[in-house]
């Protein structure tokens, strides 16, 4: 039997107003967002990129939901594959990077292990063949890592030095300013 998310996710599309429609039902039914999270990290399943898409517009507006999910989430970070979940997944570990650092009363609490794997899959699509944006979210989110683990500015330095002229102009962008803030 088919649940009532799988339904909505197989008349999912690209299109922004789409994905933001679907969004839309799981932050007004948060019972669907424990099987979303499954689905984000069931690779066999025919949905499961748009339940990443899902996923990262859910997580703009109610990111504290993944606080339980976390040690599942980061740990199965490794499963993903296909590009076209990778993407929205870097972005939300940015949004949980940030969230984490920012130590306020609606914070994200990652743990030493939870940090571990950010780090892990960051660093895993900035050297691999993925697309630009991943790899965009990837420096940014390394970059606030970088300020709280002393060994990662310095490895991502030679990364993005030794890359720079080798990728595209959006590349080249988040680059440069990432490299400028390091070196101040």
Not at 11 to 26: G, I, K, P, T
Not at 72 to 97: G, M, T, Y
Not at 105 to 128: G, K, V, Y
Not at 161 to 181: F, I, N, Q, R
Request: charged content about 25%.
């Amino acid at each position: 039997m088919v649940s009532d998310l799988q339904t909505k996710l197989n008349y999912v599309n690209a299109y922004r107003e789409n994905r933001l429609m679907a969004a839309q039902d799981v932050l007004e039914n948060q019972s669907l967002f424990d099987e979303l999270v499954s689905i984000c990290f069931s690779p066999s399943d025919k949905n499961n990129h748009k339940a990443c898409w899902i996923l990262e517009f859910v997580s703009y507006e109610e990111l504290i939901w993944l606080q339980p999910h976390l040690d599942f989430f980061c740990s199965n970070l490794k499963v993903l594959k296909d590009e076209s979940s990778i993407r929205p997944i870097a972005k939300v570990i940015q949004l949980l990077i940030k969230s984490h650092y920012r130590k306020n009363e609606n914070c994200i609490l990652l743990s030493e292990e939870n940090l571990q794997d950010c780090i892990e899959a960051s660093f895993d699509w900035l050297i691999n063949d993925v697309k630009v944006a991943t790899k965009a979210y990837s420096i940014r989110t390394l970059y606030v890592l970088g300020n709280h683990y002393n060994w990662i500015h310095p490895e991502l330095q030679i990364i993005l030095t030794k890359d720079y002229a080798h990728h595209s102009a959006a590349y080249k962008a988040v680059a440069k300013e990432v490299l400028k803030k390091i070196n101040i």
